[in-house]
């Protein structure tokens, strides 16, 4: 007899069970530690055991899951922690309109979208202006899903060029001091980038469309006394420019162009006293036609579960900290 806060998800054949529970049960792993339920294996069913609205989110998780496994999308980790995500929030019902449609398909065919709504409101915002800023936590996929809307516009034909740059300021130290050659100097600061270009055209392509002009991958100083025409701009990174550089990077825009800027304002490494000038276009540039501020927040991180809960705590301890800074001050006055 089934207990109350107990139910039974039943699977309807080996290839369906197999592609809802993943290597080793990977993916039910996932929905345990993001739901607070425990799912046990039964021949072709699943006991969700737990309390009792927590219980109802995992089956409705898995129930969403099924509709993808029908649909012959592949499920993995990422999905999961979309769908238990929009669960948690209340959201889930939109879950599968994030698999209507695809950016594009990477180098192995596979379909790259959006995995949440923040996700969804960023790809949006890139497609309907001329100026997005995507600006929040690590692991949203601001990086990613830039560099794929490049990719897309430009087999798409609507721009001819794609230029990403990036300040390199994370190690603390001048490229000057740094052994190697130029290329060898900067590479290391845009290793992020050529991942994402290799994973979605490979690193072959990737070289060509160097060697052509096409693709052009390099520090933000670069990009100065030049007004970039018919390209798709990328400023990654954007909380480690001052506010100089982003005033000079962000009137490089021309004519049939886009432009993307990331960047994380916890993350900030300039020195002291060097204010980011990601912070000051917030306040600038809001309301302006054609540019819009997308924030992600630890719920968009579509990394391992982990990593969201890691963004979580360290926000809670900056506001600790802000709150007693704040006490103090009130507390001298």
Do not use: C, W
Not at 203 to 230: N, Q
Not at 237 to 260: I, P, Y
Not at 301 to 322: L, M
């Amino acid at each position: 007899m089934t207990k109350q806060n107990e139910k039974i998800f039943t699977f309807q054949n080996v290839e369906q069970q197999s592609a809802l529970t993943g290597a080793n049960d990977q993916l039910l792993i996932l929905i345990e530690e993001a739901l607070a339920v425990s799912l046990r294996t039964r021949g072709t069913q699943v006991a969700i055991e737990g309390d009792e609205e927590a219980v109802s989110k995992a089956l409705s998780v898995l129930n969403v899951l099924t509709q993808l496994v029908k649909k012959q999308v592949s499920v993995g980790p990422a999905d999961v922690v979309s769908a238990t995500t929009m669960a948690k929030k209340g959201t889930l019902e939109y879950f599968l309109d994030f698999y209507q449609e695809s950016i594009l398909k990477d180098r192995r065919g596979r379909a790259i979208r959006v995995k949440n709504y923040g996700q969804r409101q960023y790809v949006s915002a890139i497609k309907h202006n001329d100026l997005t800023f995507g600006i929040g936590a690590a692991g949203t996929g601001k990086t990613f899903l830039a560099v794929a809307m490049a990719v897309a516009a430009l087999k798409k034909g609507d721009v001819e060029r794609i230029i990403i740059a990036r300040p390199a300021v994370e190690a603390g130290e001048s490229l000057g001091f740094l052994p190697g050659d130029l290329k060898e100097k900067v590479d290391p600061y845009m290793r992020p980038i050529y991942d994402a270009m290799n994973t979605l055209i490979g690193a072959e392509h990737v070289e060509r469309l160097i060697e052509r002009g096409v693709l052009e991958i390099a520090p933000l100083a670069y990009m100065r006394g030049r007004t970039l025409d018919d390209a798709f701009i990328i400023v990654d990174e954007a909380q480690n420019t001052t506010n100089a550089q982003m005033k000079m990077v962000l009137t490089r825009l021309g004519f049939q162009s886009k432009m993307v800027v990331n960047g994380d304002p916890s993350q900030i490494d300039l020195p002291k006293g060097v204010k980011s000038g990601l912070l000051a276009a917030q306040k600038i540039l809001q309301g302006l036609n054609r540019v819009d501020f997308v924030h992600f927040d630890s719920q968009d991180v579509v990394r391992h579960p982990v990593v969201g809960q890691i963004v979580s705590a360290y926000d809670e301890a900056d506001e600790k900290i802000k709150a007693l800074k704040q006490a103090r001050e009130e507390g001298k006055a």
